[in-house]
């Protein structure tokens, strides 16, 4: 293949690309421009930051008076035997992650009722590849701390000022 031909390809998938409607995806839109993130310091604070950062909102402190106040209240991650082998050994893990939060707007007198996000996964475990299956471990505990982020972000989303 010569070279007209691959750019006649590159732009015939771009040409298949915009015309089906894909585009990235932008910011989003949020009512609130100030919130002031309170209580504990949880693992994904600093990425819950980023975003909303990332869509325009200002972090402030709560003697700001922002318009939307998020008191994060706690976390928990929590690991159970789902099912074992013949012999007894383990042969599923399901892992859970939960947060706790609950949300005041600046017209509000008293603080929302406590939210809880959970996520849920399951996984095999192998005594074989034990460094393999901590590794996944690993990367699921961090997806579910990502989809708490995605989720509380939503929520925050739907809060009405």
């Known amino acids: 293949m010569n070279t007209i031909q691959k750019k006649f ?14 585009h990235m ?9 100030t919130i002031s993130l309170e209580g504990k310091e ?3 604070t600093k990425n819950l930051k980023k975003v909303l950062n990332s869509n325009k909102v200002a972090i402030v402190l709560p003697s700001e008076n922002p ?3 998020v008191e994060l209240i706690g976390e928990e991650s929590e690991k159970r035997i789902l099912s074992l082998s013949g012999q007894g050994l383990v042969r599923e893990y399901e892992i859970f992650y939960r947060v706790r939060y609950r949300i005041k707007t600046a017209d509000s007198e008293t603080w929302g009722q406590e939210n809880i996000l959970e ?5 095999t475990y192998s005594d074989s590849n034990v460094i393999g299956k901590e590794e ?4 699921l ?3 579910m ?3 708490a982020i995605t989720n509380l972000f939503n929520q925050i989303q739907l809060s009405k000022k």
């Open 9 to 22: 390809i590159a732009l015939l998938i771009l040409l298949m690309i915009t015309s089906c409607g894909f």
């Open 25 to 33: 995806r932008g910011m989003t839109e949020i009512s609130f421009k």
């Open 42 to 44: 949880l693992s994904f």
């Open 67 to 69: 318009e939307l106040r």
């Open 119 to 123: 996520a849920r996964r399951d996984f």
């Open 136 to 139: 996944e471990e690993r990367q």
């Open 141 to 143: 505990n961090e997806s």
């Open 145 to 147: 701390r990502n989809e």
